[in-house]
Nanobody, 126 residues
């Protein structure tokens, strides 16, 4: 299984960016997909997740209303649309997959995720 995150870069505060995470090797689409980030010098945190069919989503308070997670199972890809970016959004962003049929609060727990991709760096200048 491979998860490949892409779309990071250097932007200015207020700009938008869309991250993509393409999955390969998963046996089907029955995975909760999550986006995490690790700011410089800080611990990794969950910021958004989406259930296997896209009907349920969850967001960290810090990004609610600015970030939108979505998925296209036909393309095995999950997206993170990030609007109104702030300098504090600067981080390495990771995607992860959790084998799960039901939507439960476990999406918030990093250790519930089975597969992880390498991160993509997002830098927001002020």
């Amino acid at each position: 299984v491979q998860l490949q995150a892409s779309g990071g870069g250097l932007v200015q505060a207020g700009d938008s960016l869309r991250l993509s995470c393409e999955a390969s090797g998963l046996i089907d689409s029955i995975y909760t997909m999550g986006w995490f980030r690790q700011p410089p010098g800080k611990e990794r945190e969950v910021i958004a997740a989406i259930n296997w069919n896209g009907e349920n989503t969850g967001y960290a308070e810090s990004v609610k209303g600015r970030f939108t997670i979505s998925r296209d199972n036909a393309k095995n890809t999950v997206y993170l649309q990030m609007n109104n970016l702030k300098p504090e959004d600067t981080a390495v962003y990771y995607c992860a997959a959790d084998r799960a049929l039901r939507w439960t609060p476990r999406w918030r727990k990093e250790n519930e995720y089975d597969y992880w991709g390498k991160g993509t760096l997002v830098t927001v200048s002020s």
